[in-house]
């Protein structure tokens, strides 16, 4: 069983910065894949990031550039840092696990992005 617990997301301007993080009760080392989802109302969830544990990462067009996906193994903390926001990037964000065949959610942080 995993659990993960995000932060930091709330209310930032078009084209400022966002750090979210999601702290693992697991060894995330260990862990096969991690990644960030997003929902925003009325769409279906999407990945935002992925990263296994090779080391590779994934992200789709819409943020590749602006989003970075790292892992702090020390931590057990995943994190998501998110530059150049823009209004469409409001979404509540989910932290995901992967483990010994296992899928596992957080609960979700918000992120909304208004002037």
């Known amino acids: 069983q995993v659990h993960l617990v995000e932060s930091g997301g709330g209310l930032v301007q078009p084209g400022k910065s966002l750090r979210l993080s999601c702290a693992a009760s697991?060894?995330?080392?260990?862990?096969?894949?991690m990644a960030w989802y997003r929902q925003a109302p009325g769409k279906q969830r999407g990945l935002v990031a992925q990263?296994?544990?090779?080391?590779?990462?994934t992200y789709p067009d819409s943020v590749k550039g602006r989003f970075t996906i790292s892992r702090d193994n020390a931590k057990n903390t995943l994190y998501l840092e998110m530059n150049s926001l823009k209004p469409e990037d409001t979404a509540v964000y989910y932290c995901?696990?992967?483990?010994?065949?296992?899928?596992?959610w957080g609960e979700g942080t918000l992120v909304t992005v208004s002037s």
């Open positions: 995901y696990a992967f483990h010994l065949g296992m899928s596992y």
């Open positions: 697991e060894t995330i080392s260990t862990i096969d894949i």
């Open positions: 990263t296994i544990s090779g080391g590779a990462t």
